[in-house]
């Protein structure tokens, strides 16, 4: 059913959270894998480069902001992947669960209010409207 689940993480609370809904389904299915997601955005790039000393110290710090998502998988005795890639969060996420056709997209909600929603767009609503498989958004 879903052997390949896609978890869009960023180490934020609601990441976490998608994740714990992530690891119960993966649970429950044999042989399936968590690809996690950490999608390094292009507006913060700059950033990152000019408060490292060199990329192993800018990719250290990518990982640790998924440390307790790992740390929450690797509790629940699930199996995944990490997978560390560059560009817009949206259209990153989606072009990845669409050439790699995962079978389930696990994303957690960003909270913006309605009136932000309306006018910026969220992440998770760009992913829904654009993934070619199931999504679930956790709150």
């Not at 998608?18 to 690891?23: D, V």
């Not at 932000?116 to 006018?119: A, G, I, N, T, W």
């Not at 654009?130 to 709150?139: A, L, S």
């Given at each position: 059913?879903?052997?390949?689940?896609?978890?869009?993480?960023?180490?934020?609370?609601n990441s976490i959270?998608?994740?714990?809904?992530?690891?119960?389904?993966?649970?429950?299915i044999t042989g399936s894998?968590?690809?996690v997601l950490f999608v390094a955005d292009f507006s913060k790039i700059k950033g990152e480069v000019l408060h490292s000393q060199n990329h192993e110290e800018i990719e250290l710090k990518r990982?640790?902001?998924?440390?307790?998502?790992?740390?929450?998988?690797?509790?629940?005795?699930?199996?995944?992947?990490?997978?560390?890639?560059?560009g817009d969060p949206g259209p990153s996420i989606v072009?990845?669960?669409n050439?790699?056709?995962?079978d389930l997209v696990v994303i957690g909600s960003r909270g913006l209010n309605a009136l932000?929603?309306?006018?910026l767009g969220s992440v998770s609503h760009k992913v829904v409207k654009?993934?070619?498989?199931?999504?679930?958004?956790?709150?």
């Open positions: 059913m879903y052997q390949r689940i896609l978890l869009a993480a960023d180490g934020s609370k959270r998608a994740a714990q809904h992530a690891a119960n389904i993966a649970s429950l894998v968590i690809e990982n640790q902001k998924l440390l307790p998502v790992k740390e929450l998988l690797s509790v629940k005795q699930v199996r995944y992947e990490v997978k560390i890639i560059v072009e990845y669960a050439n790699e056709k995962v932000q929603e309306f006018v654009r993934v070619q498989c199931p999504v679930i958004v956790v709150k």
